[in-house]
């Protein structure tokens, strides 16, 4: 349902700028999908949400597909691209409790209450602010995770992205957003993309228009930030970005599976370049998979760069050991 929220709100846009086209929207399911009993963490597929509709694209079966960017690997198969950024959601995890806990904080309640989350990244931050609390892993779709919430006495809260609830209508459930400070976020988290062939010049033309440029330069720091840790979803890396005065902020964290161990910094770099015409060969310059016609190149540039040395300031610090020891410990 939330998939298809996504891709109504973008075939929305575009029909608005595009007024004479006519757009059909093919529905299937992915690999992630359909294997709900095991953890993300676990699967051990890269592409575990694109895949399936990767190969549509590449059969030119469908000419775009709408994905949650936190869902695409920093690294795209050769031949596509995101074509379109569009402009970010609250990027923020949220609380959603039990009935029962309506009106409680995570801090409020009981010790051992049982919290449930599919991600890594949060419950090493959350297991290291509560440890009086106990985190489990839920899988499935929104509606399933909050059915599972609902109708089950297994556990008091669980953590889900803002962005989704308040797409789906469902905002008067959250009853606490997790700040920067409780908890950093996912890279991309709360921003769509939609992915097109990379040569296809007409489809990358039209979509280009939907690119939010603020939400555009914060995913590639935050892709570039991720993609130098060789960090996925089988290790906690976690972001927080900030534009302000042509100043972009970005501060990055990894942690242990368990929390106790982090290294987080924070760096920022200007990023006020005029757009400047480069039309040419290099028109279509990707940045972590990103083809941003409309955004000045060097401003992407910088904001790669930027995701680039801080990674490599926690890697110089010791976040190598700490993310190795997460991915084997997962593995295991």
Same mark, same amino acid.
């Given at each position: 349902?939330?998939?298809? =929220? *996504?891709?109504?709100?973008?075939?929305?846009?575009?029909?608005?700028?595009?007024?004479?086209?006519?757009?059909? =929207? !093919?529905?299937?399911?992915? $690999?992630?999908?359909?294997?709900?009993?095991?953890?993300?963490?676990?699967?051990?597929?890269? %592409?575990?949400?694109?895949?399936?509709?990767? &190969?549509?694209?590449?059969?030119?079966?469908?000419?775009?597909? !709408?994905?949650?960017?936190?869902?695409?690997?920093?690294?795209?198969?050769?031949?596509?691209?995101? #074509?379109?950024?569009?402009?970010?959601? &609250?990027?923020? +995890?949220? !609380?959603?409790?039990?009935?029962?806990?309506?009106?409680?904080?995570?801090?409020?309640?009981?010790?051992?209450?049982? =919290?449930?989350?599919? %991600?890594?990244?949060?419950?090493?931050?959350?297991?290291?602010?509560?440890?009086?609390?106990?985190?489990?892993?839920?899988?499935?779709?929104?509606?399933?995770?909050?059915?599972?919430?609902?109708?089950?006495?297994?556990?008091?809260?669980?953590?889900?992205?803002?962005?989704? @609830?308040?797409?789906?209508?469902? /905002?008067?459930?959250?009853?606490?957003?997790?700040?920067? /400070?409780?908890?950093?976020?996912?890279?991309?988290?709360?921003?769509?993309?939609? /992915?097109?062939?990379?040569?296809?010049?007409?489809?990358?033309?039209?979509?280009?228009?939907?690119?939010?440029?603020?939400?555009?330069?914060?995913? =590639?720091?935050?892709?570039?930030?991720?993609?130098?840790?060789?960090?996925?979803?089988?290790?906690?890396?976690?972001?927080?970005?900030?534009?302000?005065? #042509?100043?972009?902020?970005? $501060?990055?964290?990894?942690?242990?599976?368990?929390? %106790?161990?982090? @290294?987080?910094?924070?760096? *920022?770099?200007?990023? &006020?370049?005029?757009?400047?015409?480069?039309?040419?060969?290099? +028109?279509?310059? *990707?940045?972590?998979?990103? $083809?941003?016609?409309?955004?000045?190149?060097?401003? *992407?540039?910088?904001?790669?760069?930027?995701?680039?040395?801080?990674?490599?300031?926690? @890697?110089?610090?010791?976040?190598?050991?700490?993310?190795?020891?997460?991915?084997?410990? &997962?593995?295991?």
């Amino acid at each position: 349902q939330l998939a298809r =929220i *996504q891709t109504d709100s973008v075939v929305e846009m575009l029909r608005e700028l595009y007024p004479n086209l006519c757009f059909e =929207i !093919v529905a299937m399911s992915t $690999t992630g999908d359909k294997i709900l009993d095991t953890a993300l963490s676990k699967i051990g597929e890269k %592409s575990l949400f694109t895949k399936e509709l990767e &190969n549509a694209l590449e059969r030119n079966e469908v000419d775009l597909v !709408v994905h949650s960017l936190k869902d695409l690997p920093t690294s795209l198969p050769p031949g596509f691209t995101i #074509g379109a950024v569009c402009k970010r959601e &609250n990027p923020l +995890d949220a !609380v959603v409790f039990h009935p029962k806990n309506c009106g409680k904080t995570l801090s409020l309640l009981p010790e051992k209450s049982v =919290i449930g989350t599919s %991600s890594l990244r949060r419950a090493a931050q959350l297991k290291k602010k509560f440890p009086q609390l106990e985190f489990r892993d839920i899988r499935g779709n929104l509606n399933t995770r909050l059915k599972k919430l609902d109708e089950k006495e297994d556990f008091s809260a669980i953590i889900l992205a803002a962005a989704g @609830l308040k797409r789906m209508g469902w /905002e008067n459930r959250i009853g606490q957003l997790l700040s920067p /400070e409780d908890c950093l976020y996912a890279v991309g988290q709360g921003a769509l993309a939609v /992915e097109v062939r990379a040569k296809d010049q007409e489809i990358l033309n039209m979509v280009s228009a939907l690119h939010d440029a603020d939400t555009v330069l914060r995913c =590639i720091a935050e892709r570039a930030f991720m993609k130098r840790l060789e960090g996925g979803c089988s290790v906690p890396v976690a972001v927080n970005t900030m534009l302000k005065d #042509g100043q972009l902020y970005l $501060t990055g964290a990894v942690y242990s599976l368990d929390g %106790s161990d982090s @290294l987080k910094e924070t760096m *920022q770099t200007s990023v &006020n370049y005029p757009q400047q015409n480069e039309d040419g060969p290099d +028109d279509n310059v *990707q940045h972590v998979g990103i $083809t941003a016609k409309n955004v000045p190149g060097q401003a *992407q540039e910088a904001a790669e760069n930027l995701g680039v040395e801080l990674a490599s300031l926690l @890697l110089s610090k010791g976040a190598k050991h700490i993310l190795s020891v997460a991915r084997q410990l &997962n593995d295991a």
